[in-house]
């Protein structure tokens, strides 16, 4: 009976590629400590050293999609801002406080 492959979130496979290129201890001292194979840390080390100038070569992506929707919420506020100030005046011009709101 074979057992079930094992699912390793990418912050696990981060924290332990980093600590294997980190180079302070030897490959199978960490593999042996997080439970993996060292083959499979080593595999991560690689893929992390490959893959890091990527990281500084790109601009974070830019996510329009909730930065539309933030702009959305905000017009909105506006909206009613504007409007509780336009009550706020006509209510305070009866009550003689115009002076003070503007």
């Known amino acids: 009976?074979?057992?079930k492959r094992r699912q390793h979130s990418p912050e696990?496979?981060?924290k332990v590629a980093?600590?294997?290129?980190?180079?302070?201890e030897p490959v199978h001292a960490i593999a042996a400590r997080h439970a993996v194979h060292?083959?499979?840390v080593s595999q991560w080390k690689k893929e992390m050293a490959e893959r890091l100038p990527e990281i500084f070569g790109r601009k974070p992506e830019f996510d329009a999609?909730?930065?539309l929707d933030r702009e959305k919420e905000l017009?909105?506020?506006i909206g009613r801002l504007k409007m509780q100030l336009e009550w706020l005046k006509k209510?305070?011009?009866h009550s003689g406080l115009i002076g003070a709101l503007g």
């Not at 980093?18 to 302070?24: D, F, S, Y």
């Open 1 to 3: 009976m074979s057992k």
């Open 12 to 14: 696990f496979k981060a």
């Open 18 to 24: 980093l600590e294997a290129l980190k180079g302070i």
């Open 38 to 40: 060292t083959v499979q």
């Open 65 to 67: 999609a909730a930065s």
């Open 75 to 77: 017009f909105e506020e």
């Open 91 to 93: 209510k305070g011009n």
